[in-house]
């Protein structure tokens, strides 16, 4: 089956590392499926993988709410690959952090991936072939004060990813996660003091760029990754090393 004729959710695909895993996913052939939040968000990435050729559609849901989920997954309709890219990382010591934010962290990072798994991945078993992708960080990994929220839902998807990874394997199903380092996004281009402080911390002597992230999540939803399974990619130029 050619990647031409199967289909990728993204979803948070409108910007920085989902808008260019978006325009990855377009260029090896596959259709994309691209989640926003609002639809006048992906305007601009569905003209960006439209004028190269690609094929691409907007989906739009609030992924706080299940309802809207269940029903992303009802319009996605034949999903091959599902890229769970979408959270919310809230700054904020641990002390402040209420339960009412703590939830929609988990909502948003864990939640929302589990109802979409638990809909598209009996599609991908009927096919004999399904690529999951999630969404870590070596933040997360490694823990940082005022991110504890993100980062035990991201911890929670590791246990999620392994789980799936075994369970669904022998049905031609892989699911990995990509767990990004210090990486140039849009708001780094008004205000570089996040990438000054953090300079130095990459083995490599710089931040990535969200192509690179997108290159290594073309790798994982191809044929020729049919043998990886149940990995934490690190693609962070050194910045963790395990």
Do not use: Y
């Not at 031409?4 to 994309?32: D, K, P, S």
């Not at 996004?185 to 083995?203: C, F, I, M, P, Y």
Request: hydrophobic residues 45%.
């Amino acid at each position: 089956m050619s990647a031409a004729r199967r289909r990728a959710l993204v979803t948070g695909g409108t910007r920085n590392i989902g808008r260019a895993i978006a325009r990855q996913l377009a260029g090896q052939g596959f259709e994309v499926l691209l989640h926003a939040r609002k639809p006048e968000q992906a305007e601009e990435a569905l003209s960006e993988i439209r004028s190269l050729g690609g094929a691409a559609t907007c989906l739009v849901a609030d992924l706080a709410d299940a309802t809207q989920v269940r029903a992303l997954a009802d319009e996605a309709g034949q999903v091959d690959v599902l890229v769970n890219n979408a959270s919310i990382r809230p700054h904020r010591p641990f002390l402040e952090v209420d339960l009412k934010e703590w939830r929609e962290v988990f909502t948003v990072g864990v939640e929302a991936p589990f109802l979409l798994c638990q809909a598209l991945l009996p599609g991908m078993q009927a096919r004999s072939w399904g690529r999951v992708v999630n969404f870590l960080g070596v933040r997360a990994q490694l823990g940082a004060a005022g991110r504890s929220s993100s980062a035990s839902a991201k911890h929670a998807l590791v246990g999620l990813t392994r789980s799936l990874a075994r369970e669904f394997g022998e049905s031609g199903i892989t699911v990995n996660a990509v767990s990004p380092g210090t990486i140039v996004t849009d708001r780094d281009q008004a205000d570089d003091t996040r990438l000054r402080a953090r300079h130095g911390v990459s083995a490599v002597g710089r931040a990535g760029t969200a192509a690179e992230v997108a290159h290594a999540v073309g790798f994982l939803v191809s044929d020729e990754a049919a043998f990886v399974t149940g990995q934490i990619l690190g693609v962070n130029g050194g910045e963790l090393m395990a």
